[in-house]
T-cell receptor, first 115, second 116 residues
Framework: AQTVTQSQPEMSVQEAETVTLSCTYD???????LFWYKQPPSRQMILVIR??????QNATENRFSVNFQKAAKSFSLKISDSQLGDAAMYFC????????????FGKGTKLTVNP | GAVVSQHPSRVICKSGTSVKIECRSL??????MFWYRQFPKQSLMLMAT?????????EQGVEKDKFLINHASLTLSTLTVTSAHPEDSSFYICSAARTVSSYEQYFGPGTRLTVT
């Protein structure tokens, strides 16, 4: 079974600075998807960014980018120019490619943004 | 687009009673819906996967007779917690996918269940 590990229970960053959240995963599959979700205090899960395993290029969405290292099974999230609204729980998730495949979540990292 | 709603957002029920939580995809049809449970300061744990018109597939350790899931239409799935007990108190989140093979799930805002 696939597993996702987030080794940082909590992280903090100064407003306007950059922070990187770590995620590693374990799988024997070659085709899969990786995601970062944000869960603010409202508890609404929000997709931040997605990476397809077959793509070598790292995904980028505005201030959010990933460092995808397939061989190392690592998928870190970099948040640039951090804003107060970035404060939330961040969950890394994995999904096999194919039908009816479920998301496997890591335990999450709580990000605090200091003004 | 891709909005998912849940109703109610909060519910308090007495021990031994049943409570139903609705999950609706408002602007798209969802062939597959997922139900998650989240305890405080913990991650999301998948409870079951339901495909429209089919019986739900439950994760190991989830009592299917206690957590009844119905996915009778392409826009509505319901989770009924039967004979609720205080240990069932939790945050329940649903998500919806357009098709069985869709990689993206759209999440509802969650339902806080408190059993007294």
């Amino acid at each position: 079974a696939q597993t996702v590990t987030q080794s940082q229970p909590e992280m903090s960053v100064q407003e306007a600075e950059t922070v990187t959240l770590s995620c590693t995963y374990d799988t024997s599959e070659s085709d899969y998807y990786l995601f970062w979700y944000k869960q603010p205090p409202s508890r609404q899960m929000i997709l931040v960014i997605r990476q397809e395993a077959y793509k070598q290029q790292n995904a980028t969405e505005n201030r959010f980018s990933v460092n995808f290292q397939k061989a190392a099974k690592s998928f870190s999230l970099k948040i640039s120019d951090s804003q107060l609204g970035d404060a939330a729980m961040y969950f890394c998730a994995y999904r096999n490619q194919g039908g009816s495949e479920k998301l496997v979540f890591g335990k999450g990292t709580k990000l605090t943004v200091n003004p | 687009g891709a909005v998912v709603s849940q109703h109610p957002s909060r519910v308090i029920c007495k021990s031994g009673t049943s409570v139903k939580i609705e999950c609706r995809s408002l602007d798209f049809q969802a062939t597959t819906m997922f139900w998650y449970r989240q305890f405080p300061k913990q991650s999301l744990m998948l409870m079951a996967t339901s495909n429209e018109g089919s019986k739900a597939t439950y994760e190991q350790g989830v009592e299917k007779d206690k957590f009844l899931i119905n996915h009778a239409s392409l826009t509505l799935s319901t989770l009924t917690v039967t004979s609720a007990h205080p240990e069932d108190s939790s945050f329940y989140i649903c998500s919806a996918a357009r098709t069985v093979s869709s990689y993206e799930q759209y999440f509802g805002p969650g339902t806080r269940l408190t059993v007294t």
